[in-house]
């Protein structure tokens, strides 16, 4: 049985790379889907050049407007993915694997765990580890609720934990298991597209398709720009806080072009070096970091405020997932939760494609549980150790970390670090960090969208890759100088509305697949029990 199934393995393998190979011979190497997505994501950019006022003020109209508008979507939406992988990891169907019956994960576990978090958590967590927590302490996320007290600190962990947790990867889990079973289990290829064919047919319109296809790729970019900016915009923060250095656009636009630089020269190297090497290597600065902070910092307040941000995060997940406030007004839930998840739908095709890619022989449980565990797990962690470092200070010794994240939400992390032994190292050691994070997002990122613009998602061509990276550096840098943070925003939820319907038909496709196996598997662990 076990030599019949590597056989079969083998020959799929092989028809999948003659697919991947015919997909990106002749014209259909650079197709309608990479001249239209390109054209769109560098006429923005060119157009953010030029008029950088008027796209401010769009953007801000932008933002309003889908907030305001379509706030039930994004929150019905992802609690309901929650709620759909947890029923599939706890299902029957959790035994099926993103790959053959026999096959085995790729990667170890100790390195999935890295890539996983440094794709789909990185840039942004270093932002929002002390700023969240410390905007929530100072603006409570309740109408008249208690403010710079021991309560809004309580409320303020309990909320940072409910944005980083189960939702936040929900959407990436739905993205990565339609994509992974159909191109592991059923041997297609990996684009969003693809995943659709179960519900609407193979062959189903192909105009249909290459706008599935472009509109994920332009997702994608715009949101991994969302990302990148945030990035760019906290070293540059921390390069002026920390040392000096001059902050404004020509930093930033020097940050990127090395950053672009540096995530090329990885990308040469491969998957199995280049990205495992430098998860590897963010993993351990977290941990440093991390475990240098809770060293010196309020250990026991960390820990419990861990402990206990934990349990309300657990007792009101269902309430903050379909929070809102028609009735007050306020525009709290739009501006934090609608705005984080508009931003993590945007870059799902890319999270997705990864974390099918890096987890392909691992079962859909194990798929499940782990990204709706470790990652969140070990947020909440930094959160504690940093965030609850942060709302110490200002509750216990009086200082004013808080009044700085309100003037300046890039300079939380640098703010903490001066209240703390060897700030000089530990800031180097963060602008390191986030640097690290930067440069494996976007090789990761410019790896996906290469192979949706070819039709080779095992291995896209370098030219692509960096062809690729070039337009999300100029994309990130235009948006920042046309706007900072508010375009950055409305450009993850222009992108994350569209696509937040196409997670939707993911899930249906998937789920239409999915009702085929348990028979087939019951027949063929009945013919194994006869043969024994």
Request: no cysteine; charged share 15%; net charge neutral.
């Amino acid at each position: 049985m076990d030599n019949d199934s590597d056989n079969d393995n083998d020959k799929n393998r092989k028809n999948r790379n003659i697919n991947n190979r015919k997909a990106t011979d002749g014209k259909s190497k650079l197709g309608i889907v990479f001249w239209a997505s390109g054209s769109i994501i560098l006429l923005t950019a060119i157009i953010a050049a030029i008029f950088p006022s008027l796209v401010q003020t769009y953007s801000e109209s932008v933002y309003g407007w889908i907030s305001s508008y379509f706030s039930w979507f994004f929150m019905l939406s992802v609690f309901g993915f929650g709620v759909f992988l947890i029923f599939l990891a706890l299902s029957p169907y959790g035994r099926i694997k993103l790959g053959g019956d026999h096959s085995k994960p790729e990667f170890s576990f100790r390195s999935w765990v890295g890539m996983l978090f440094s794709a789909g958590l990185g840039v942004g967590l270093v932002f929002f580890g002390v700023a969240e927590p410390m905007s929530h302490y100072m603006i409570s996320p309740f109408v008249d609720g208690e403010t710079e007290t021991f309560e809004a600190a309580r409320i303020a962990m309990g909320y940072s934990f409910f944005h980083w947790g189960i939702s936040q990867w929900s959407i990436f889990g739905v993205a990565g298991l339609a994509i992974g079973y159909n191109q592991y289990r059923k041997q297609k290829d990996g684009l969003v597209s693809t995943s659709l064919e179960p519900l609407f047919g193979t062959g189903y319109n192909e105009k249909a398709k290459k706008a599935i296809d472009i509109l994920a790729i332009i997702a994608t970019v715009t949101g991994m720009a969302t990302s990148v900016g945030l990035g760019i915009m906290q070293m540059d923060g921390g390069l002026s806080i920390a040392f000096g250095l001059p902050s404004g656009a020509w930093t930033q636009i020097i940050l990127t072009a090395l950053m672009t630089g540096l995530f090329i020269l990885s990308t040469t190297t491969g998957l199995k070096r280049g990205i495992k090497w430098l998860s590897n290597l963010n993993m351990l600065l977290a941990a440093v970091i991390t475990i240098f902070v809770m060293a010196v910092g309020p250990f026991t307040f960390i820990m419990e405020s861990i402990v206990v941000g934990l349990g309300d995060y657990l007792s009101n997940y269902a309430g903050y997932s379909l929070r809102l406030q028609p009735y007050s007004g306020e525009a709290w839930v739009q501006e934090w939760s609608v705005f984080y998840w508009a931003w993590v739908i945007a870059w799902s095709p890319f999270i997705g494609s990864f974390v099918a890619r890096v987890s392909r022989g691992r079962s859909i449980r194990e798929y499940v549980m782990g990204i709706l565990i470790i990652p969140p797990m070990l947020s909440f962690l930094w959160i504690g150790a940093l965030g609850g470092t942060a709302v110490y200070s200002d509750l216990f010794n009086g200082t004013n970390i808080g009044e700085l994240v309100l003037e300046d939400d890039t300079a939380a992390l640098f703010s903490l670090f001066e209240q703390l032994p060897m700030t000089d190292i530990l800031s180097a050691l963060a602008i390191l960090l986030i640097f690290t994070f930067l440069v494996t997002s976007a090789d990761s990122a410019t790896f996906i969208v290469a192979g949706m613009t070819s039709g080779n998602t095992d291995n896209p061509q370098m030219r692509l890759k960096i062809l690729w990276g070039v337009l999300l550096g100029t994309l990130t840098v235009t948006l920042i100088i046309a706007g900072g943070l508010t375009s950055l925003q409305a450009a993850s939820l222009l992108a994350g509305l569209p696509f937040g319907i196409v997670l939707i038909l993911m899930i249906v496709s998937v789920t239409k697949s999915l009702r085929r196996e348990p028979n087939d598997a019951m027949k063929r662990r009945q013919k194994k029990t006869k043969k024994n």
